[in-house]
Structures are given as C-alpha cells and as structure tokens.
C-alpha cells in the first residue's frame, strides 16, 4: 500500500492526531539529500504543491518556498513542520510525512537543512 494516506475504503489507516515532535540534538541535515528528496515524486514531493527553485512548474497549492530562509524560523519550527504540519496548522492541506512515515527522521532533518539554505 501507497505510504500516502488515501481516502480510499480499503484504506483502513485512520488519521492519527497531529504529533508535534521535539528536534532531538542539532538539525545535521544535507541540504543536498534534502532538495532531492524534495524533488522526489516518490518521496517529498514538496514541489507538487511549493514553488522551489529549479522547478518549472511549481505548485501552487502552498505558498513558495523560493526564498524560505527569510521567515527566519528556528530550525526546530522547520522540523517540526515537515514531521507534523498540522501541529502548527491543524487546517493544513499538507501531509504529515515523519508522523505517517514517508520520510524517515533523517529525511525530514535533510530537507529541513535544505528549506534553511534558500535565501
Ligand atoms: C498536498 C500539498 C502539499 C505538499 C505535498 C506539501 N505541502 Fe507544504 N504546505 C501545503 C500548504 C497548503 C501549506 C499552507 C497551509 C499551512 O499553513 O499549512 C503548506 C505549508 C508549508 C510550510 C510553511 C510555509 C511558510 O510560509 O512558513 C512549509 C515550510 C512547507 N509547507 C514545506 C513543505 C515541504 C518541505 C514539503 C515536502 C516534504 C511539503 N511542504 C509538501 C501543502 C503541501
């Protein structure tokens, strides 16, 4: 089965409730790894939905992270973002890929890394 939550009947997963998750030690992401996860349809693919630099058809359903380091955010509040959005936003349209387990921890530490490296 897909690593996606799906609204499909067969799929019995249920949503759990939003995990905000504590950064444990320093970020040490790849930013590198990170913008190829990113990239990734079968992984991140933050661009279906993001604008991100190199993308000619960024998505527009979230806002553009072309220049996200300029938020100024700690990376703990970047972290925690990509494990769990809905643990800043419970509204939010974007899927909670460390709660769900699409990306690993070090997967969601690389694009953090990444996302803080796009001035
Ligand atoms: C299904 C669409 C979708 C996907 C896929 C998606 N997002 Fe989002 N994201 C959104 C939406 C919509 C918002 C704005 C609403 C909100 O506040 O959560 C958002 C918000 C964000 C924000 C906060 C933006 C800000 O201005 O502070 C960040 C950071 C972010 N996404 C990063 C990512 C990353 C990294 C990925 C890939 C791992 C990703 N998103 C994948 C839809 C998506």
Request: net charge positive; proline share 8%; glycine share 10%.
């Amino acid at each position: 089965m897909s690593k996606w939550l799906t609204r499909s009947h067969l799929d019995t997963r249920g949503v759990q409730p939003p995990v905000k998750k504590k950064l444990e030690g320093p970020l040490n992401g790849n930013p590198e790894e990170g913008k190829k996860i990113a990239m990734n349809t079968g992984a991140g693919n933050c661009w279906a939905c993001h604008a991100l630099p190199g993308d000619a058809q960024p998505g527009n359903q979230g806002p553009s992270l072309i220049d996200f380091a300029k938020r100024g955010l700690s990376d703990e509040e970047v972290y925690q973002t990509i494990y769990d959005r809905r643990s800043v936003n419970p509204m939010t349209a974007m899927p909670p890929f460390g709660a769900l387990g699409t990306l690993t921890d070090q997967q969601v530490r690389d694009i953090a890394a990444y996302l803080q490296s796009l001035k």
